[in-house]
């Protein structure tokens, strides 16, 4: 990757997001919080944008502003930049629509205390810390199943929709709406289905452009590999999506104040569900293929069969890596510098699947050769994007 692109990248997200304040009605915004807290005066406290502060500003989907107000209460204006949310704490106001005096839509919420532990110089033993606090949140997700495959949606706690996705919605004709997946019953429905909007997406040009032959030829794989998968209906379970560990709020002594960002949340098969999250990986390892679970992971496993005890969630952690090499394979948005690891994710994939160890190389030629119809899929595929 070009050593430049963090500090291009930062400049362009502080350039977006001072435009994008600019664009907004902020006297709009304080006099709905005053309206809503019925008199109570209140000021907006805008981020700061200077160096790294900028990313703590949003959450790549909606720009974040504290209304503070005169008695002392702060509420969070989740305003959006891409897509509407459904934040974890209490809302005072919901405006989806964007045609409204502030001109963009928001969500008003508390402000929960804290910040990610990623933020905080965490050590091992405080990381254990808010594992132990994990796990019980885990627990508790595993007394709440659903029965199927799906996004929450309506008014209930537990009605499913279709898959809440960006990266696999299909746009219709006209871009007015949105052909979203699901609900399924079980992994082969889900990941079938996903697997063939993401061909669909690579023969459109809106997936992996610059690696259509690659990635095309990987996915036409993906759906072989699809039909071997679960096809019973099994309970599921609530996943939060964004596991990088932004999600989880703590306070000074690492206790866990509050979960946040479950606009993309899903109901998915326990082995999917309780996979440990993405902030406690080794993610060089990962990345490159590698096998192996972390010190972190195993302290996770090893604390949720203490905490879930006939569950045994912890099972779902040590066998979790086919399932998370199979979430990143499956419609990931990928930049070209990201293609080699992907490629890695890819061969560490077949590998835990039960298939033969082969390079790239090696791989694709096999491929070409073994795939029935694929060369003319490719050709097809190629020719329709050139032109």
């Not at 500090?7 to 304040?21: D, T």
């Not at 960006?166 to 429905?189: H, Q, V």
């Amino acid at each position: 990757m070009d050593d430049d692109f963090p500090a291009y990248f930062e400049k362009a997200v502080r350039k977006e997001l001072i435009g994008f304040i600019d664009s907004l009605d902020l006297d709009a915004l304080i006099s709905r919080g005053i309206e809503l807290r019925q008199g109570v005066p209140c000021s907006i406290l805008l981020p700061s944008l200077e160096g790294k502060d900028v990313f703590g500003a949003t959450d790549n989907v909606n720009l974040h502003l504290q209304l503070c107000f005169a008695d002392g209460v702060v509420w969070i204006a989740r305003i959006e930049r891409q897509n509407a949310t459904t934040p974890s704490a209490p809302i005072q106001r919901a405006i989806i629509d964007a045609d409204n005096p502030v001109g963009a839509s928001y969500i008003l919420v508390d402000k929960v205390k804290g910040q990610p532990p990623t933020r905080m110089n965490a050590t091992h033993d405080h990381m254990f810390k808010v594992l132990e606090q994990l796990a019980d949140i885990y627990v508790e997700l595993a007394k709440h199943p659903f029965q199927a495959i799906g996004s929450l949606c309506g008014d209930s706690h537990t009605s499913l929709g279709p898959i809440v996705t960006e990266i696999l919605a299909s746009s219709s004709p006209d871009e007015a709406t949105a052909d979203l997946l699901g609900p399924f019953d079980s992994l082969k429905g889900y990941y079938t289905a996903a697997i063939k909007r993401g061909i669909y997406m690579i023969e459109s040009g809106k997936l992996h452009p610059q690696w259509r032959e690659d990635s095309y030829l990987i996915h036409r794989h993906l759906l072989s590999l699809s039909q071997s998968l679960p096809s019973t209906n099994t309970p599921c379970y609530l996943r939060h999506p964004d596991d990088l560990g932004s999600h989880i709020l703590v306070d000074e002594g690492f206790n866990i104040t509050g979960i946040i960002y479950w606009e993309w949340a899903f109901a998915v098969p326990a082995e999917v569900a309780f996979a440990s999250p993405m902030l406690i990986w080794n993610v060089g390892r990962f990345f490159d293929g590698e096998e192996g679970l972390s010190e972190l992971e195993e302290k996770f496993a090893d604390t949720l069969d203490q905490k879930s005890g006939e569950m045994a969630l912890g099972r779902y952690v040590r066998k979790g890596r086919f399932w998370q090499r199979l979430r990143w394979c499956v419609g990931a948005d990928l930049i070209d510098e990201d293609f080699e690891a992907y490629k890695n994710i890819f061969r560490a994939l077949r590998r835990l699947a039960g298939e033969e160890d082969m390079d790239w190389k090696l791989w694709k030629m096999w491929a070409l050769q073994n795939m029935d119809g694929l060369v003319v899929d490719i050709h097809q595929v190629v020719v329709s994007m050139s032109s």
